[in-house]
T-cell receptor, first 114, second 108 residues
Framework: ETGVTQTPRHLVMGMTNKKSLKCEQH?????MYWYKQSAKKPLELMFV???????ENNSVPSRFSPECPNSSHLFLHLHTLQPEDSALYLC?????????????FGDGTRLSIL | GENVEQHPSTLSVQEGDSAVIKCTYS??????FPWYKQELGKGPQLIID?????GEKKDQRIAVTLNKTAKHFSLHITETQPEDSAVYFC???????FGKGTTLSVSS
């Protein structure tokens, strides 16, 4: 039990499909994050939410659309993706936002774009 | 911009040996330095962290040291075991920046 659960674990989709990634945290945290992890590259922060409000968008293309209905749930809606978007997408949560907060990660969704 | 350099990128040791992974950072305002372990098919898991008001922290076989003057911090694993094999990431910065990771292989 990691405390942060991501579904699905694997997703294969075509470039014209629309799909959503889901993240749920059971830790009572107020901040949630989406990261992209590609081979041989550092973790890339995509979005940050604090108390359901988006506080950071790291120049992410509009084909990625986040949604945070409450502090426990986070979604990443995907549409018209490109092959270079194939990666592991990780969700994380922390008590508060801020770089001095320990983050707890889920096990990720492995996304493959055909 | 902020930068975190992590070395080495791969590290192979024999069971029982020690392993050391080093990170340097550029943001002098950094005050929190976590280390994460990522096993195959899993997400990163926080294994130890240190704040800038201390120079060293230990938790059983793992320890982290921090040199704020030189802007570097290190992860030390003693008496390595095969289950220590994983990718290790450091992070720091006012916007938490992760290193590129170190793949540690412990052979028995």
């Amino acid at each position: 039990e990691t405390g942060v659960t991501q579904t699905p674990r694997h997703l294969v989709m075509g470039m014209t499909n629309k799909k959503s990634l889901k993240c749920e945290q059971h830790l009572g945290h107020n901040a949630m994050y989406w990261y992209k992890q590609s081979a041989k590259k550092p973790l890339e922060l995509m979005f940050v939410y604090n108390f359901k409000e988006q506080t950071e968008n790291n120049s992410v293309p509009s084909r990625f659309s986040p949604e945070c209905p409450n502090s426990s749930h986070l979604f990443l809606h995907l549409h018209t993706l490109q092959p270079e978007d194939s990666a592991l997408y990780l969700c994380a949560s922390s008590q508060q936002t801020g770089s001095n907060q320990p983050q707890h990660f889920g096990d990720g969704t492995r996304l493959s774009i055909l | 911009g902020e930068n975190v350099e992590q070395h080495p990128s791969t590290l192979s040791v024999q069971e029982g040996d020690s392993a050391v992974i080093k990170c340097t950072y550029s943001d002098s305002a950094s005050n929190y330095f976590p280390w994460y372990k990522q096993e195959l098919g899993k997400g990163p898991q926080l294994i130890i962290d240190i704040r800038s008001n201390v120079g060293e922290k230990k938790d059983q076989r793992i320890a982290v040291t921090l040199n704020k003057t030189a802007k570097h911090f290190s992860l030390h694993i003693t008496e390595t075991q095969p289950e220590d094999s994983a990718v290790y990431f450091c992070a720091s910065g006012t916007a938490l920046i992760f290193g590129k990771g170190t793949t540690l292989s412990v052979s028995s």
